[in-house]
């Protein structure tokens, strides 16, 4: 168990923020899986503050998804600081996120996201108007420097907690390298050894033993699973559980895997109408298909398909000998 500010959470594993993926459909899911706190992914401050529709949309939390975390993004303190008053206000999420870690070049043009590595004292400007205009808690989720030659880790994180924040995770990569090469450690253990707030290790957590190796070897007080959770919120449930006993438990059976990927399909259908849900699910279905024999030619198939119906017979002629269970949807 850990806390964030007034926010307890059952466990030490959180479900990282992924931009076009962490929608409530999909958290759900994985919460039902056991992590301890899911984060939503990035929302624009400009899309809150203007109420655009589809920025609107993307607020929705289900209550079962508690606790959960919700990210904003933004490079200009009013906007900030507006966006972040209207989400402590009109929503239910427990956490307020800022993001400092987005590497994508149309969001560091607007001097967002990892933009902010390079200026302790613009984290230290932003986090504190935020933290003083809200009253949930305030964390940040940034990468540990924008570059080999500017790695501001230690300087940010203090910066985080000085202005107030709750809690910092921390992507031991630098912005220039994506999500390419390995992830440090190292900067990790050495900003968790410089604060006084919770620090969540990110980065190459790829099996339940990388989650245990991390919290070992870094003092972190907490694991964020991204990628390794696509396709597979059973990832989670068998890192809560090996943390928590040293049990390593079996993988799913295709079977398994087909039913929640139909339970994710009718969540998002609900959330988003079948059209939209079917040609975003088409990624998702394919990230659920690894791994069972002969899911090939069924990938294809599924990015043809138009329908639920369609969808839904295409994954079941995976695993004929048995029937879709009846699978209760929230």
């Known amino acids: 168990m850990f806390k964030i500010g007034n926010v307890e959470m059952k466990n030490r594993v959180v479900l990282a923020p992924m931009a076009g993926i962490s929608n409530s459909a999909f958290r759900l899911t994985v919460k039902e899986f056991g992590a301890g706190l899911v984060c939503a992914e990035m929302i624009s401050d400009k899309g809150i503050v203007s109420k655009n529709q589809k920025t609107m949309n993307m607020l929705y939390i289900d209550e079962r998804e508690n606790p959960l975390s919700l990210q904003i993004f933004g490079g200009e303190k009013d906007t900030l600081v507006e966006a972040a008053r209207f989400v402590d206000k009109n929503t239910n999420a427990d956490i307020i996120d ?41 964390t940040v989720k940034m990468r540990m420097g924008w570059d080999e030659e500017h790695i501001y880790a230690v300087r940010n994180a203090q910066a985080v907690e000085r202005a107030g924040g ?131 030619k069924v990938r294809n198939a599924v990015n043809e398909c138009e329908t639920r119906e369609q969808l839904v017979s295409v994954l079941n002629s995976l695993v004929p000998e048995t029937k879709e269970k009846e699978i209760q949807v929230g």
């Open 166 to 296: 709750s809690a910092v995770s921390l992507h031991g990569r630098t912005r220039v390298q994506l999500y390419e090469g390995q992830a440090n450690w190292d900067i990790i253990r050495e900003v968790k050894q410089s604060i006084n707030i919770p620090l969540i290790g990110n980065g190459d957590v790829n099996t339940p033993q990388d989650a245990k190796r991390m919290l070992e070897e870094t003092g972190c007080d907490a694991v964020m699973i991204g990628r390794a959770a696509l396709g597979n919120p059973w990832m989670i449930y068998q890192t809560v559980n090996y943390l928590e006993t040293g049990v390593l438990l079996e993988e799913p059976t295709a079977r398994e895997k087909i039913d929640v990927c139909i339970l994710h399909l009718d969540r998002l259908i609900k959330l988003k109408s079948e059209y939209v849900a079917i040609r975003e699910m088409r990624k998702h279905a394919a990230w659920y298909l690894k791994g069972i024999p002969g899911n090939g």
């Open 98 to 138: 800022i993001n400092m870690g987005c590497p994508v070049p149309k969001i560091t043009k607007c001097d967002a996201g990892a933009k902010w590595l390079l200026d302790p004292n613009k984290i230290y400007d932003m986090v504190s108007a935020v933290v003083e205009a809200v009253d949930k808690p305030v």
